[in-house]
């Protein structure tokens, strides 16, 4: 029977710039690859080539995507055995941890032609720096939508009933947990639910809650209190020694967006657009922040100034989209040089030499 893929994102393009959550993504892992070569090396082909040999094996990967590329990972894990391999290279760059012993550089360089890239070395380096002053306008202009989405957010703050908030906190946390204990230190990781990519807003809620008993979803407006409460239910999933996937906004970092407790078979998340969802199992379970904490009347009150704000949000998120996709355009014409340069039998050969390093090392 093949195993199962997870798959999450562990940095993404946000109003803060390029956010990166790969040490808690890679945190505790006892082999590591860290790939480097340039765009169209064949780093993604290969990761995913490995996981695909793996799944076949019977064995549960996780995939790490690209928010960059639709069509990329970055990274791929093979939990049970605490194997992984990533693409080290900018913007996501990884330090070993303990290289030699843990961690191990793979060069795909080695597979290129120096001569075939030099011929465009003047267009290679133009290309560059339009890809950076590309993702640089992205990030600007993510970063003025989220001004506009604070503006909303204001709003409803402005007209919480913060007593009912903590007290419908207090009442998940409760159901969630009793007087459950468990005698031993959480595990915590940092991930990303979903990114912005130059296809627009993509989320993997629904693979990563399939096997999942028990799903709460949470519903509200912004500032309704969505994200503080996820991290309450998550300090405390910590407190008391549960494992927890923390799960951010790929849009704003500093918020959560969904926690999952495995070992309680629940999963709670903020489902609001872009990662819209409604209940569709048996116990499935919806939790209306708006009903339960902010004024009646709010929305209608407020429509003119909500419409205006929410209009400039979405405008500013639309374009910052379309510089990814520019981008990510540019991007597929540098790689267009690479694989031209590229020997791919000698990435093949690389390729098998982990594949054989890794089934090694989960054999002992």
């Known amino acids: 029977m093949n195993g199962k893929v997870r798959n999450y994102y562990a940095g993404g393009n946000t109003a803060k710039g390029f956010y990166s959550l790969y040490n808690s993504a890679l945190e505790g892992l006892e082999r590591l690859f860290i790939l480097k070569g340039g ?8 990761m995913k080539a490995v996981g695909e040999r793996m799944v076949r094996k019977g064995l549960d990967i996780e995939y790490l995507h690209c928010s960059s590329d639709n069509d990329s990972i970055d990274g791929v894990i093979i939990p049970q055995f605490q194997v992984g391999i990533v693409d080290g290279t900018p913007p996501h760059v990884i330090e070993p941890q303990a290289p030699g012993v843990i961690d191990e550089y793979v060069n795909l360089g080695v597979a290129w032609d120096s001569k075939k890239l030099s011929v465009h070395k003047e267009t290679i380096l133009a290309l560059n720096e339009s890809i950076r002053k590309l993702f640089q306008k992205a990030y600007d202009t993510f970063a003025a939508s989220l001004k506009a989405h604070d503006e909303i957010e204001k709003i409803y703050i402005a007209n919480m009933d913060f007593s009912a908030a903590d007290q419908l906190t207090d009442e998940v946390i409760a159901e969630f947990f009793g007087d459950e204990i468990k005698e031993k230190q959480a595990k915590v990781k940092h991930r990303f639910l979903g990114a912005a990519t130059p296809n627009g807003a993509v989320d993997f809620i629904q693979n990563l809650t399939e096997d999942i008993e028990k799903r709460y979803f949470i519903k509200g407006r912004a500032g309704s209190g969505k994200s503080t409460m996820l991290k309450k239910i998550a300090s405390a999933g ?8 923390v799960y951010h906004c790929g849009f704003d970092p500093n918020s959560l967006d969904m926690v999952i407790l495995r070992e309680k078979g629940i999963a709670i998340f903020d489902s609001t657009a872009p990662h ?14 708006y009903i339960r904490c902010i004024a009646p009347g709010t929305d209608e009150k407020f429509s003119n100034d909500i419409e205006r704000t929410t209009k400039a949000y979405k405008d500013y998120m639309k374009e910052a989209i379309s510089y990814l996709a520019e981008a990510k355009r540019l991007r597929d014409e540098l790689e267009a040089y690479y694989i031209d340069a590229m020997d791919f039998l000698k990435v093949e050969e690389i390729q ?3 594949i054989g390093q890794i089934e090694d090392f989960i054999q002992r």
């Open 39 to 46: 765009p169209g090396t064949g780093k993604s082909s290969l």
């Open 238 to 245: 910590e407190a008391r020694g549960f494992d927890v996937e």
């Open 276 to 289: 819209e969802y409604f209940p569709d199992r048996e116990n499935d379970e919806m939790i209306d922040m």
């Open 352 to 354: 098998e030499s982990i």
